[in-house]
């Protein structure tokens, strides 16, 4: 199935690993020219020179921009290289986040407002700063990489809290943005495993307790891959989805437990 997505122009925030660089590297494959974005450089730019590998023999290309996107600075350089690279934007993703206290006894005021300033703060920020180009396209569209703990109970209490914010800043921007073109949702994924992330943590620090909960709380027994995330976001970039607008859609194995 061709997606359409050749020629297009795409920030991923957060893709020098993990879910962000599967995503990165999705597009890339599409034809898409991305432009990958995270903190630190080495990894950076080691996923950057994969993307642009496999967006080659699709026409497409792939550049880095280091830079923190928890600041408005940072979300003016992404902005800004994104439209001196590739003259402006059609896609967004929204992947920056990360997680805090695993309790409420120990969320306190400075832990909830760290979590929401790794989460929400940063996609509202870019989503702003995106809007213009977007908009000067004719449309695009922007996906919010949330958490099924943003629908449901569970995870910390800040990173429940900045989760739900997203899906409700996703859907409050879909009612808004449609008459611009611009479609808005979110995905939702369970738990996810790759080479240094949370889970991979957990489990190096207690393999017995981590396989106990995949078996109990994974119907399929198994984590969930980043590139089974990408795949999901790649088609909602596309015009194959075009009628999808103000959705989130749960990539979690089953794991979760909302209607």
């Given at each position: ?40 450089a ?68 400075s ?11 940063p ?103 980043p ?28 794991q979760?437990?909302?209607?």
């Amino acid at each position: 199935m061709d997606l359409g997505l050749a020629g297009k122009s795409a920030i991923v925030t957060g893709s020098s690993r993990g879910i962000g660089r599967a995503i990165a590297l999705a597009l890339a494959s599409e034809g898409a020219r991305v432009v990958l974005s995270a903190r630190t450089a080495g990894p950076l730019v080691d996923a950057t020179a994969e993307a642009k590998r496999v967006a080659a023999p699709a026409g497409g290309d792939a550049v880095a921009v280091v830079c923190d996107v928890t600041t408005p600075a940072g979300v003016s350089a992404l902005v800004d290289g994104a439209r001196a690279s590739f003259g402006g934007v059609d896609i967004l993703i929204n992947n920056v986040g990360g997680s805090g206290a695993r309790d409420f006894h120990d969320c306190d005021e400075s832990d909830l407002a760290a979590i929401l300033d790794r989460n929400l703060w940063p996609a509202f920020r870019c989503s702003r700063a995106v809007l213009p180009e977007l908009r000067a396209r004719g449309g695009g569209s922007i996906v919010m990489i949330t958490s099924i703990w943003g629908r449901e109970a569970g995870g910390g209490p800040s990173y429940n809290v900045a989760k739900a914010a997203e899906l409700a800043l996703a859907k409050a921007m879909s009612r808004d943005l449609a008459k611009d073109n611009v479609r808005v949702n979110a995905v939702a994924p369970g738990s996810i495993l790759f080479p240094g992330g949370g889970w991979e943590r957990r489990q190096k620090a207690d393999p017995e307790g981590i396989a106990a909960f995949v078996a109990r709380e994974v119907p399929f027994q198994r984590f969930g891959t980043p590139e089974e995330v990408a795949d999901v976001v790649t088609f909602l970039c596309s015009a194959r989805a075009r009628w999808v607008h103000g959705a989130c859609v749960v990539v979690d194995g089953g794991q979760s437990r909302a209607f």
